[in-house]
């Protein structure tokens, strides 16, 4: 029995993959897509309503995307005409991808075409556009005063991550009404580093399906990717109501399908994922009880500023005479702030005046939040109260809440932390973040109760879960109001 387009597709990523160096696969950001993930991302799209479209595949690797495409049209189009046009630099994988394009083509009405050229210089020159993009483009970043940022610039754009910029690129080469569908990490969808491109992204084209993946090791699992992907549809100029929401496992898992209001996916501020009806109402949950943000309540967060390898000669395992507490992650246990504790980590911090006035905080109350949970907590968001009379250093890995570089009143700090140990901040934060660590743009973006409630929430003095959500719940939401 001969094997598909497809198969023959993955057996030459399997190749092509052999064949790469690690090292510059590494700095080109290639990932090559499987067959199982290509299936997916080829599944997404529309099937065009006229008689012809024309594609593109950009950083086309193997080709295995614009097989995956053409091994689904084939089948439900089979009159429909298809030119693609795939674009790759690496000249290792021409032939590879020759040999796929060259399948393709022996399919009835499928053409296609090999630009041997650098994408982003391409895609910024060419006068072509596309009814479909489709793309897994690379992951690396990109460099300050690097050719291809200034590049970037040059057109007016800013991203950190090249993958962006293939995503930028994607939108400006579809015509009106064009989709581009993309497996990319989640990274773009919330914090300040990708909120320009964001924002410029929902404005050009509306989200009208998304694909996530509850593993974040599988779907890339013979290339070493860690990130969290998702697979997002989008239509130029085009705004829906609502957005199919598919969810699986991994690439080789059945998926589960819902719809969910568009207002509930894209807001102002980020992307949410609601992968599950739970995840749904973790969301408006939030939106409906909690109105604030830490700005409005008058506070800030910070990270800790002592950053471990840079001042080793400060850092001490003893006590030493006039040394201050240095409070890493390891002194947040159960809920509570505990130092010392017999860390293997240095517990103390003692420099000269000059370099205290720049690491130290004042003695008062403070909110500790981790920026990297360990694997055995069951929460992603880990919170305790920090208090002292004299000044205190705090770890790098650790936020800090604040009040213009001061203590909270006591209630205030006690209720945040409450708040930030419960189970609906946290099944929030899950929907809310693609990140596994909680960064300090995060919680500024986060909404949270009102002073007045935070200070009720103090009154909670357990450290069970199960009191903690009773008493947020009790709090946050009116009585005769079902959450």
């Not at 597709?9 to 052999?18: D, F, I, Q, S, T």
């Not at 007016?156 to 962006?164: E, F, K, S």
């Not at 009040?403 to 930030?420: M, P, T």
Request: net charge negative; with cysteine; proline share 5%.
């Amino acid at each position: 029995m001969s094997i598909g387009l497809l198969e023959r597709a993955e057996e030459r990523r399997k190749a092509a993959l052999a064949q790469l160096d690690s090292e510059e696969q590494a700095q080109r950001g290639q990932y090559f897509t499987p067959h199982l993930a290509a299936q997916i991302i080829a599944g997404l799209p529309r099937l065009p309503a006229g008689e012809s479209v024309r594609v593109l595949d950009p950083g086309a690797g193997s080709g295995i995307l614009s097989a995956a495409l053409v091994d689904r049209l084939r089948v439900w189009r089979p009159d429909l005409r298809v030119h693609i046009v795939a674009v790759e630099s690496d000249s290792v994988l021409h032939p590879a991808l020759s040999e796929t394009l060259a399948d393709l083509e022996t399919v009835e009405g499928v053409t296609t075409e090999l630009v041997d050229a650098d994408f982003l210089v391409w895609a910024l020159s060419t006068g072509q556009r596309f009814d479909l993009v489709i793309q897994n483009p690379p992951y690396a970043k990109l460099r300050t005063g690097s050719d291809p940022q200034n590049l970037l610039r040059g057109a007016g754009i800013t991203v950190p991550n090249i993958y962006a910029a293939f995503l930028e690129l994607g939108l400006r080469l579809l015509v009106d009404g064009g989709q581009q569908v993309a497996i990319t990490p989640r990274s773009w969808m919330n914090g300040t580093y990708y909120s320009a491109f964001r924002h410029h992204f929902v404005r050009t084209a509306g989200i009208d399906a998304l694909h996530t993946f509850e593993s974040r090791s599988k779907v890339f699992g013979d290339t070493g990717v860690l990130q969290e992907s998702i697979v997002v549809s989008a239509t130029r100029g085009r705004t829906p109501d609502q957005v199919i929401v598919h969810t699986s496992y991994d690439h080789d898992s059945e998926p589960s399908s819902r719809t969910v209001a568009y207002q509930d996916i894209v807001t102002p501020d980020f992307i949410h994922v609601p992968a599950t009806e739970s995840d749904a109402k973790a969301v408006a949950w939030m939106a409906t009880h909690a109105q604030h943000t830490l700005a409005d309540l008058g506070l800030t967060v910070s990270t800790g500023r002592v950053v471990d390898f840079r001042c080793p000669e400060m850092l001490h395992h003893d006590r030493v005479d006039g040394a201050v507490p240095m409070v890493n992650a390891t002194h947040i246990r159960g809920g509570v702030t505990q130092h010392p504790v017999g860390a293997k980590k240095p517990e103390w911090f003692h420099t000269d005046p000059v370099a205290a006035g720049k690491l130290l905080v004042p003695g008062g109350h403070y909110v500790l939040i981790k920026r990297f949970s360990a694997k055995e907590e069951r929460r992603r968001v880990v919170s305790a109260v920090w208090r002292s009379e004299d000044e205190v250093a705090f770890d790098n890995k650790l936020n800090y809440i604040h009040q213009d570089g001061h203590g909270l009143d006591a209630e205030a700090a006690n209720g945040l932390a409450v708040f930030l140990n419960s189970t609906q901040l946290d099944s929030y934060f899950r929907v809310f973040s693609g990140h596994t660590q909680v960064n300090a743009t995060d919680l500024r973006q986060m909404r949270f109760p009102s002073l007045d409630q935070l200070r009720q929430l103090a009154a909670v003095t357990s450290h069970d879960q199960l009191e903690i959500d009773a008493a947020v719940e009790a709090v946050l939401v009116p009585a005769g109001v079902k959450a």
